[in-house]
């Protein structure tokens, strides 16, 4: 049997031109002969009968030209038959998801399974990122980075718009050192609590060296990647308001408007094309333009569906993020002898020691919480588009050794 998990990309995928609806390969017959493996090539097709769940009753047999997400044959699930309903075999399910094509809810619930089976490792490595890149802000924040330009209300309307202006910019470029830290700590977290969710799909048991072992030889490229979204999502908004910004005037700044809305567009579009470049990058050893071209075409035909799952995923951390920050941030500031008043002022006010390390800790709980969610849901998202166009989940059962799904030879 083979137990590597069938990462790899399998080459001449389904994905470069199947749509998403179309019939999953699958599984080859046991009449004895090798079943190819998923990092060469596909099994043959309308070969195999799935496994019967365990159990004292044997599961209704499944139609050999029955498929996930397509029609059934004859005779098929959910047709009435002689004695009543026919109902589909339980998928296997060895560890955090079933091995089938997985609903929304599935996949939350995976990236929450994954989290409570692997609680010492999720939690020792988001912690320790979390404390490092927040005690690193602090002493960056406190001792290196300048000030906020005040501004004067005695001063002419003219001069608060420039000193207004001078505020924002010198915030702007505080965030860039800040921004560094958390990227790269966002980076390391992201490789090892992909390898996490991938065994975890298994059943396996992982420890934090263990991941960190599989994880490394990619992280370079990882780096690079995450490097590189930014920089083009930045390149689309300049394109989008430079026009406006050249031309001046009134009908520049409408012009800049009408850009930077589009440029959003854009963005958005890109942003979930490229949601699965990164497990792509981890699990399938891919450099990075074959990991942005791998993401695009798993996307492909799915982009609405993957767009509401993630945007769904970025409303829940947003609101356990203000759940969790919100009385934080308010300990913090009473402790520190402020009021929220001080906070809506024209110049906030300079907090202390005190109200850094409190909001510092509400800040790591947080990203505790909302990191390894969000890794696991886009995790998940990138199995289930192979499950879905690859017939990933055969591979899965055999690595993780379902009975039924061994292949002999192996």
Not at 44 to 58: D, L, S, V
Request: glycine letters at 10%; proline letters at 9%; aromatic letters at 6%.
């Amino acid at each position: 049997m083979n137990d590597s998990p069938g990462w790899a990309s399998p080459g001449s995928a389904p994905s470069d031109g199947q749509e998403p609806d179309t019939s999953r390969p699958t599984e080859p017959s046991d009449r004895g002969e090798a079943a190819p493996k998923w990092s060469s090539e596909q099994p043959p097709a309308a070969q195999w009968t799935p496994p019967a769940p365990p159990g004292p009753r044997a599961a209704p047999p499944q139609p050999t030209s029955a498929s996930w997400g397509g029609r059934p044959a004859q005779g098929g699930w959910g047709v009435p038959q002689q004695g009543g309903w026919s109902t589909p075999p339980a998928a296997a399910k060895p560890g955090v998801i079933p091995l089938r094509p997985l609903g929304i809810g599935e996949i939350l619930d995976g990236a929450v399974s994954t989290m409570r089976a692997h609680w010492r490792t999720v939690l020792g490595v988001t912690i320790a990122v979390a404390a490092v890149i927040q005690l690193g802000s602090i002493l960056i924040e406190h001792f290196f980075l300048p000030e906020p330009t005040q501004i004067d209300q005695t001063a002419s309307d003219a001069e608060q718009l420039r000193q207004s202006l001078d505020s924002l910019q010198t915030s702007m470029l505080n965030l860039g050192p800040v921004y560094a830290i958390s990227l790269i700590g966002t980076i390391f977290t992201t490789a090892v609590l992909t390898i996490v969710v991938s065994r975890s799909v298994l059943g396996r048991q992982v420890s934090l060296s263990d991941a960190w072992g599989e994880a490394r030889p990619q992280l370079p490229r990882l780096v690079g990647l995450s490097l590189l979204l930014p920089l083009v999502y930045a390149a689309v908004v300049t394109i989008g308001i430079l026009p406006g910004l050249l031309a001046g005037g009134t009908a520049g700044a409408g012009l800049s408007v009408l850009g930077g809305l589009a440029a959003m567009v854009v963005m958005i579009w890109l942003w979930v094309r490229l949601s699965l470049a990164g497990p792509a990058l981890m699990l399938e050893r891919q450099g990075i333009p074959a990991a942005l071209r791998r993401s695009a075409k798993l996307v492909s035909g799915a982009w609405w569906r993957i767009f509401g799952i993630m945007l769904l995923t970025v409303l829940l951390t947003l609101i356990v993020s203000m759940i969790i920050s919100v009385p934080f941030n308010a300990l913090a500031v009473a402790a520190d002898g402020k009021s929220f008043g001080d906070l809506f002022s024209s110049n906030p006010p300079e907090f202390g020691w005190l109200y850094l390390i409190i909001s510092g800790i509400g800040a790591v709980i947080t990203a505790a919480l909302t990191y390894p969610f969000s890794a696991g849901v886009t995790v998940l998202l990138y199995v289930d588009q192979r499950i879905r166009r690859e017939a990933l989940d055969i591979d899965l059962a055999r690595s993780a050794g379902v009975p039924g799904y061994e292949t002999s030879g192996n």
